[in-house]
């Protein structure tokens, strides 16, 4: 039969492209499925160290509305040790280092600050331990190292509050004019609506020439 | 050999294909392949449409919202202003930016604590449990897919984990505490000259003609009577409609029939009592007082030497019944204190009770007479029943005229008669008004004011569209009359002019001595006391303002709390003083001679904690504020205008 024939031919072509071509057509296909599997295991893995981390958050959170500090000490180190690449470490610290304020150890919250400049990916919490390291500086009577985390471009999500902490720094160094157009600029900065507002111009109105 | 291919290609090659077609199941998630049908996009934030109907349903959502917070202040315009428009938008837009953050964040919630929260939704709850089915049908009731308010359930609870981070990671410290008391409530000492400006410091108060011309061209709007118009209008509500409306007596007594088993009149008890007074918080001494004097009106009266009513005028301490014997009437449940209503509502007739305690001290009651609850007779609710139904047909008739008139009075708009005709109204005419509106009549509510005033009644001369004065009150308005402003002539208020005159120059004066002795004392020229001298006025002292002290000027205290001063409260001597105008024209020299700075020690711990938490609380909101529209700026946001209206 015709038919016969050419799917013979058409066998014998199918044969040899396989003989030239199986081994990587194989290759390729095996890669392929393991980079797809590899893809989606490690996104698993990050959502079950996520959802780990998001309870140990939700237990420290609980010891701090309770005020336990011990408990929420524990509950905070452990993201820290155990999940340090998640968005719940950096969070936990800056809640520790806030606890530690509270308590009146200004050196221990600076450790924690110092922990998420150093070791997180996240820019929100980032900036916000350089600030309160500036502040906690300040707090201690150490100006320049107020100033000197105050001073790097890249405070750009709390501006404001950077340039209000900049201006306290400088007020308290006696720079007046310097005070002066910090205090501007976090006023040119905080959203309309915002309370502290009234306390800016105040302390700009002391300052001003 | 054929064969031999044939069974390959159904054993792996077929698994292959099939393999390849899962995957993209696998990537993507079924889902995707079952949305509806596209609807009209909004928004695309980052690439994620916000679709039309969601977004009417905020809207919606909204309006809900809005009405019940509002109540009878609440017009539907507000919702169709493009603000409020643009305001709902921008809330969907946050929430999106605010889910996807959250989630490439890597914040992620365990099915433990999703399920555990929608067990405390007290909708999916019965009788207080969790129950699975009631879930399933609000759910499916909402046209909601499970998966789909689990999802923005888990997105919500994301980012009320970020919210709490914010919460917990601020503080205030020490020193931030004491800045704040020190500036929020610092006090400042001042010696002010107040200027004042009057015309007997004028050197002279000559107004030539031309002066006065000049002032009466330039300010023309002061001297001249406004533009007023007069308005015809018709006027359609129910109330006066039902009023016209005649009722069967026939219908009357039918609807009676079938409604008399709810027309209850509640049972009434008739009482007197003897109150003896003690307070709610009375100590032991006061309660063993009463309960002394009320065992002996008790004793008294089981004696049966005197009566009720005696013992009532003796004793009772209740001033608005005992002269009256304590004789209390007829009343209902509810109108006496629960525990006395206990009482009286349990008791035979003639019985006298044990004392009862209510918040006004210890009663004694006697019941004298029950009248049982009934049905209210016809003559009685016969008035009640009439107006309803009067009401009922008038408001029927009211929206069919209503209807009419609009009608009517849109097509025939050069004339209010065609449609009064119709609808079997008369035209009334208003007095005139201004833009101020009228103090009494149809003009008094702005609605109409604005109407009178608009392009197409005042300019065009066109019936105004319907006005609705309540639910059941609209009025139809066009102008009837209508005087330009007019100018009134000089001659007439020549003094008015003439006084606005001098009154500018005094204002000047004073400012322009003011300014020129500020000058030569911050100088250092004059002395405080040579300036005063010169102007012959004196300097007052003002000891410790504060920032929202009344005792001053606002202006005052305001410019005199800008002054700045050294870190000791010191204050150098060329910033030591300024000066200000007052709104009524006065200018004011302002001498800072002390700062007290606040002082966070002088509060005690409450009030220290409190200062705290609020301080802690501002920052919160602050980083958070700043973190959302940073979020917003670096985000790829969308909005196609044309599909919002």
């Known amino acids: ?209 | 050999m054929l064969q031999s291919i044939h069974d390959q290609a159904q054993s792996w090659i077929a698994w292959v294909i099939v393999g390849l077609l899962i995957i993209p199941f696998a990537l993507w998630g079924i889902n995707s392949y079952f949305d509806g049908g596209a609807s009209a996009v909004v928004a695309e934030v980052n690439g994620t449409e916000i679709d039309l109907r969601d977004y009417q349903r905020s809207l919606q959502q909204q309006r809900q919202k809005m009405r019940s917070l509002l109540g009878k202040n609440y017009r539907p315009e507000m919702m169709e202003s493009p603000q409020m428009r643009r305001a709902v938008l921008d809330a969907m837009i946050e929430n999106d930016l605010l889910s996807q953050t959250v989630e490439s964040d890597g914040f992620r919630i365990s099915d433990g604590l999703l399920f555990s929260q929608i067990q405390q939704i007290e909708a999916f709850q019965h009788d207080g449990k969790f129950s699975p089915t009631l879930y399933e049908q609000i759910l499916s009731a909402q046209g909601m897919d499970k998966s789909f308010f689990e999802g923005g359930l888990r997105s919500d609870l994301m980012q009320s984990q970020l919210l709490t981070g914010f919460r917990h990671s601020s503080f205030v410290t020490g020193r931030e505490l004491r800045e704040a008391v020190r500036l929020q409530q610092q006090k400042r000492s001042l010696r002010i000259l107040t200027i004042p400006a009057t015309l007997e410091r004028l050197e002279s108060q000559q107004v030539g003609d031309e002066e006065i011309a000049a002032q009466y061209e330039l300010n023309a709007a002061a001297y001249e009577i406004p533009e007023q118009v007069g308005l015809e209008y018709i006027e359609l509500s129910v109330a006066e409609i039902a009023n016209e409306i005649e009722v069967d007596e026939a219908e009357l007594k039918m609807l009676y029939a079938e409604r008399k088993d709810g027309m209850i009149a509640d049972e009434e008890r008739d009482a007197n009592h003897i109150l003896i007074e003690l307070a709610e918080d009375a100590d032991d001494k006061a309660t063993n007082a009463a309960e002394a004097r009320m065992s002996e009106v008790i004793q008294k009266l089981s004696a049966g030497e005197v009566s009720f009513e005696v013992l009532a005028v003796q004793y009772s301490d209740d001033p608005g019944s005992a002269n009256t014997g304590g004789d209390l009437g007829f009343f209902p449940r509810g109108i006496m204190d629960p525990e006395f209503d206990e009482v009286a509502f349990s008791m035979g007739v003639g019985e006298v009770s044990e004392p009862v305690r209510t918040p006004f001290g210890l009663h004694l009651i006697r019941l004298n007479e029950i009248q049982a609850e009934e049905i209210r007779p016809y003559e009685e609710v016969r008035g009640e029943l009439s107006a309803e139904l009067k009401r009922r047909a008038a408001e029927d008739l009211f929206f069919e005229y209503a209807e009419t008139i609009a009608n009517i009075a849109y097509e025939k708009p050069d004339s209010l008669d065609g449609a009064a005709r119709e609808a079997g109204l008369a035209v009334k005419q208003s007095g005139l008004f201004s833009r101020q509106g009228a103090t009494s009549g149809v003009a008094t509510t702005p609605e109409v004011v604005k109407a009178a005033f608009s392009g197409m009644v005042l300019t065009e001369g066109k019936n105004s569209d319907p006005i609705e004065l309540a639910e059941d009150h609209m009025v139809v308005v066009r102008v009837r009359a209508h005087l330009p402003a007019t100018r009134k002539p000089l001659d007439e208020v020549r003094q008015q002019v003439v006084a606005a005159i001098l009154e500018q120059r005094a204002r000047v004066t004073a400012k322009s001595s003011g300014v020129e002795l500020l000058e030569k004392v911050q100088g250092g020229e004059l002395s405080a006391e040579a300036a005063a001298e010169r102007l012959e006025l004196q300097w007052g002292e003002i000891e410790k303002i504060g920032r929202s002290s009344h005792t001053v000027a606002p202006e005052v205290v305001a410019r005199a709390f800008r002054i700045n001063h050294q870190a000791d409260g010191s204050v150098p001597g060329q910033t030591r003083y300024t000066g200000t105008e007052l709104r009524g024209g006065d200018y004011v020299l302002i001498e800072l001679s002390a700062v007290d700075d606040g002082d966070l020690s002088s509060m005690d711990e409450r009030e220290q904690e409190s200062l705290r938490r609020e301080l802690t609380n501002q920052n919160v909101k602050r980083h958070y504020q700043s973190y959302i529209a940073s979020l917003r700026d670096q985000a790829e946001v969308v909005v196609f205008e044309d599909q919002l209206n």
Do not use: C
Request: no cysteine; charged share 25%.
């Open chain 1, 1 to 209: 039969m015709e038919f016969n024939s050419t799917d013979q031919e058409e066998i014998e072509i199918l044969k040899k492209w396989w003989k030239e071509n199986g081994t990587s057509t194989v290759v390729g296909v095996v890669i392929g499925l393991a980079l797809l599997f590899g893809w989606n295991g490690w996104n698993s893995y990050l959502d079950s160290q996520g959802i780990a981390a998001s309870q140990q958050f939700e237990q420290m959170q609980i010891a701090l509305i309770e005020k336990d500090s011990d408990r929420a000490g524990r509950f905070g180190g452990q993201l820290i040790d155990q999940y340090p690449g998640t968005i719940y470490a950096a969070n936990g610290a800056l809640g520790l280092a806030a606890m530690k304020v509270e308590s009146g150890d200004s050196v221990a919250a600076r450790v924690y600050l110092q922990w998420v400049m150093e070791n997180s990916d996240f820019d929100s919490p980032r900036q916000l331990a350089r600030l309160g390291m500036a502040r906690l500086y300040l707090e201690e009577g150490d100006i320049e190292s107020a100033l000197s985390h105050l001073s790097s471009e890249s405070s750009v999500i709390y501006a404001s509050h950077f340039s209000e902490v900049k201006g306290d720094a400088l007020r308290q160094k006696g720079d007046s004019s310097g005070a002066q157009s910090a205090y501007v600029e976090a006023i040119q900065l905080v959203d309309s609506t915002d309370e502290r507002r009234a306390l800016l111009e105040m302390k700009l109105a002391e300052v001003a020439q």
